[in-house]
């Protein structure tokens, strides 16, 4: 078993690959494009709506599809770097991206969009970011990889945090479809510039690919992430607006078809787990040497980078919720306010190695989740009606740090646990686990944010003696299938509508918006409760250089 290594670990033995700091850049810039189209997405759904002349909810359905491809092929994408090479699987997957992206820029209508950004983009993906992580451990040794994946960890969570600013300028000043065609220009320059930067190790034995393995793997974390996606929609127990086929509604038992869903795909990972064992009995090239979870900091890492991903998305999901419905923000604006964390956390994930150095990369998660939980913590006593600038500020600037300090960390820990042979597959469990927290983290938070508006909606109005008989009854109603996050004066509007008297609208406007500003502070202290739970997954975690305890 290989010596669980921190962010300072000596060079292993070899020849010296410290080979500058442009084929970092390459690796980098492409991190950052895999990760920036989905905020783009995010803060461009009215335009897009718009420009295809299709619904929110079509959109949306893009979006999930999208991580529904990545979660489904990361691990065979990883897989194929061993078959191909981990330079050229990067060439070719960052093309089928790029592919994915111009056709994304000329889609005439939703179907197109669907095979460009959520099907082509998708897969692509799924090749690029393994391939990323390996080439990093290839090209770096020691101090230097640390640094590396602090940078391309910086990159992502930059590209988290400015993708509203970038989308949201671009979309109100041009068009939503310009940043596509910005990726296809940046995406050339990487595949120009790849061959004289990027290493091209030799291939000695290349391995058979395991396709029914591929098949298992892929269903199973297809079925178990599409359900945890749906779950703020569908219900996670009791169904809500339950997906209907026919007319018919498909509630098996009662139940919502969420936790059947994913309770499928564990059952295909079961599966794929009794295939993947039989085949090594067998002699069989596998899919994913199971071996590799049986690493202590490996899997510590891979548990943390879970919770990473699950407390930065929840909180993704939370504050542009409250930036845009509460405080009416555009999304360039909303984007302004989120840049203090996008500094912060880059700032931080080049600190963070060394750091390590002298604290050990333990201590510095463990510090990253307490900022996390104070930054939340914070943010929390800043939402209001009126926004508390300096506050939010500094509230955002601490949990840029934390974000920051644990990027540093995981991405280096998880790579640098797996023997040298295994970096592509160790980079498809990195990857599976960034979707898998990602989709965690906004279906947890959403699912917290609806119930709990929800449920102080309608205790409100029952207490609220301006409200009609009439009108409590039908929000009590409405508030089983969930009710949505809108601004108050559409609320009012739709009272309105609805036949009560202006004083009546204004009474339920003002119970919903007081039940809003409840549900965010509630949403934004699970994110809180998540980050302190999550100090408990950093305990396998290196805690000195040696890669000992």
């Not at 909810?57 to 770097?81: D, E, N, P, W």
């Not at 994915?100 to 692509?124: F, Q, R, Y």
């Not at 992580?133 to 290839?138: D, E, K, R, S, T």
């Not at 923000?329 to 080049?350: H, N, Y």
Request: glycine fraction near 12%; aromatic fraction near 6%; charged fraction near 15%.
């Amino acid at each position: 078993m290989p010596a669980a290594v921190g962010a300072a670990t000596p060079p292993r033995a070899g020849p010296a690959r410290n080979a500058g700091w442009m084929p970092i850049v390459v690796l980098a810039s492409a991190q950052f494009v895999m990760v920036l189209d989905s905020s783009v997405m995010n803060v461009s759904i009215s335009q897009i709506v718009a420009d295809l002349d299709t619904s929110i909810q079509g959109v949306q359905a893009a979006i999930t599809f999208y991580t529904l491809v990545m979660a489904s092929l990361m691990m065979l994408g990883a897989k194929l770097g061993d078959v191909l090479g981990r330079s050229r699987c990067f060439a070719i997957g960052l093309a089928i991206y790029g592919l994915g992206s111009l056709t994304t820029a000329i889609s005439p209508n939703l179907t197109v969009l669907l095979i460009g950004w959520s099907t082509i983009e998708g897969i692509g993906a799924a090749m690029v970011i393994p391939a990323i992580m390996a080439l990093v451990v290839a090209t770096y040794d020691g101090a230097r990889r640390a640094t590396a994946f602090g940078i391309v960890g910086g990159a992502a969570g930059a590209a988290i945090a400015t993708g509203p600013l970038i989308g949201g300028w671009v979309t109100t000043e041009f068009s939503w479809r310009y940043v596509f065609v910005g990726e296809v220009v940046v995406v050339a320059a990487i595949l120009l510039s790849r061959r004289r930067v990027l290493p091209n190790l030799p291939i000695s034995h290349p391995p058979h690919l395991d396709l029914v393995g591929a098949a298992l793997a892929g269903g199973g974390l297809g079925l178990a992430v599409f359900g945890i996606l749906k779950s703020s929609t569908w219900g996670w127990v009791e169904p809500l607006a339950a997906p209907e086929i026919g007319g018919h509604e498909i509630t098996p038992l009662g139940f919502s078809i969420v936790p059947f869903l994913i309770l499928a795909g564990i059952g295909l990972l079961m599966a794929f787990a009794v295939w993947e064992e039989r085949r090594e009995r067998d002699g069989a090239d596998t899919l994913l040497d199971r071996s590799l979870i049986r690493i202590p900091p490996l899997r510590a890492g891979l548990i943390a980078l879970t919770m990473q991903q699950l407390t930065l998305l929840g909180t993704f999901f939370v504050l542009p919720v409250y930036l845009q419905v509460v405080l009416g923000l555009d999304a360039f604006e909303t984007g302004k306010r989120l840049f203090p964390m996008s500094v912060t956390m880059f700032i931080a994930a080049l600190a963070g190695p060394r750091l390590a150095a002298g604290f050990a990369p333990r201590r510095v998660a463990q510090a990253g989740f307490l900022a996390l939980v104070a930054a939340a913590v914070l943010l929390l006593d800043t939402i209001d009606v009126e926004l508390d600038g300096t506050a939010f500020a500094v509230g955002l600037a601490i949990f840029g740090v934390g974000a920051g300090l644990l990027i540093s960390q995981l991405g280096n820990i998880i790579m640098s646990s797996s023997p040298e042979a295994k970096t592509n597959e160790a980079g498809g469990l990195q990857g599976t686990a960034q979707n898998l927290g990602a989709s965690l983290g906004t279906a947890l938070i959403g699912s917290i944010l609806i119930a709990t508006l929800s449920s102080g909606f309608v205790a409100r109005v029952a207490e609220n003696p301006r409200v009609p008989e009439r009108a409590r009854q039908e929000i009590t109603q409405r508030a089983q299938a969930g009710i949505p996050v809108v601004p108050v004066a559409d609320v009012e509007a739709a009272a309105r509508d609805g036949g009560v008297t202006p004083a009546q609208a204004q009474a339920i406007a003002d119970d919903y918006g007081d039940a809003e500003l409840d549900a965010l502070r509630r949403a934004l202290g699970a994110v809180a409760a998540l980050a302190l739970l999550a100090l408990w997954t950093t305990r396998r975690l290196p805690l000195r250089m040696d890669g000992k305890r």
